[in-house]
């Protein structure tokens, strides 16, 4: 069977950090692309960064550029998300997904919808 399991969420005081973790289990998570998607209460699912197959290339959306970073360990199946400067707009339900691509890829996509494997969500909180 195949699964993602988060971990690492928290509540933290704006300006703080946290690592996300995303275990893949059943799966070669390498031959996969990865995406991190956060879901703030009240407000619809968004995409907030993600990374290619062969960890080529990597996007960011404006909202986190420079204070997060998506890495992976494919020796232990898992990929990291680490937040710096948290804002209390990062406040939500954090996910990761994984879509396989069958060869090396050089692009990834923040579109849920192209994503077949998801993680059941942890929550994130950031106030003061």
């Known amino acids: 069977q195949l699964q993602l399991v988060e971990s690492g969420g928290g509540s933290v005081q704006p300006g703080g950090s946290l690592r996300l973790s995303c275990a893949a289990a059943g799966f070669t998570l390498e031959d996969y692309g990865i995406g991190w998607f956060r879901q703030a209460p009240g407000k619809e699912r968004e995409g907030v960064l993600c990374?290619?197959?062969?960890?080529?290339?990597?996007y960011y959306t404006e909202s986190v550029k420079g204070r997060f970073t998506i890495s992976r360990d494919n020796t232990k199946h898992t990929v990291y998300l680490q937040m710096n400067s948290l804002k209390p707009e990062d406040t939500g339900a954090y996910y990761c997904a994984a879509h396989y691509v069958p060869q090396r890829a050089d692009y990834c996509t923040v579109n849920g919808a192209d994503y077949e494997y998801w993680g059941q969500g942890t929550q994130v909180s950031v106030s003061s």
């Open positions: 990374l290619s197959n062969g960890d080529s290339y990597s």
